[in-house]
């Protein structure tokens, strides 16, 4: 397997422009999570899906930012309008359902850049 | 491709020698912990987990010791290498919950 797939790798953009951040999850895993890392918060769990479903969107920061998943193979992390404050890097992760062994598989991320 | 800034822990240890990375978690109901590796401009990678009907975990040349009374958690890497240095987590989860919460991370350098 692949992996999970993150793109793009690197991105720097201005502010106020919009931002879509792409994850390719593990084929068969039921859960998606989007996470961000900074120097001063660590890791946090932006949103999670399960089965497509968004099921806990609580640690979106503010209504700037918006996750969806179309399919059980796609999702985006979008942000609109983008400031310098979103730099961060951007973390997707996927696991099995409760049959597994409960690991989170993580992307490479996705490094943001708002000037 | 920094993963954590200047403020982390950072634990530095002799080639070949043991390390101990030391981990407080804040959930007394958390219930399932995992360790997480991260290499400077990669993602976290599993390195094990353990549950807390366990107080310790074996893997290859690493160990995991639970102990819910005080509520810590520790990581031994045997005859640590140079390929060890990294970025390393905690991570605890309560009732197979969604939301693991991240400690803040502990930075290993490993010396010639």
């Known amino acids: 397997d692949a992996g999970v797939i993150q793109s793009p790798r690197h991105e720097v953009t201005e502010m106020g422009q919009e931002v879509t951040l792409r994850c390719k999850p593990i084929?068969?895993?039921?859960?998606l999570f989007w996470y961000r890392q900074t120097m001063m918060r660590g890791l946090e769990l932006l949103i999670y899906?399960?089965?497509?479903?968004?099921?806990?969107d609580s640690g979106m920061p503010e209504d700037r930012f918006s996750a969806k998943m179309p399919n059980a193979s796609f999702s985006t992390l979008k942000i609109q309008p983008s400031e310098p404050r979103d730099s961060a890097v951007y973390f997707c992760?996927?696991?099995?359902?409760?049959?597994?062994?409960?690991?989170?598989?993580f992307g490479e991320g996705s490094r943001l850049t708002v000037l | 491709g920094e993963s954590v800034g200047l403020h982390l822990p950072t634990l530095s240890v002799q080639e070949g020698d043991n390390s101990i990375i030391n981990c407080a978690y804040s959930?007394?109901?958390?219930?399932?912990f995992i360790w997480y590796k991260q290499e400077s401009g990669k993602g976290p990678q599993f390195i094990i987990d353990i549950r807390s009907n366990m107080d310790k975990r074996q893997g290859q040349r690493v160990t995991v010791l639970l102990n819910k009374t005080v509520k810590h958690l520790s990581l031994q890497i045997a005859a640590t290498q140079p390929g060890d240095s990294a970025v390393y987590f905690c991570a605890e989860n309560r009732d197979y919950g969604q939301n693991f919460v991240f400690g803040p991370g502990t930075r290993l350098s490993v010396l010639p």
């Open positions: 899906f399960n089965n497509n479903v968004p099921i806990d």
């Open positions: 992760a996927s696991r099995a359902g409760t049959g597994g062994t409960g690991e989170l598989f």
């Open positions: 084929s068969g895993h039921d859960y």
């Open positions: 959930n007394s109901a958390s219930d399932y």
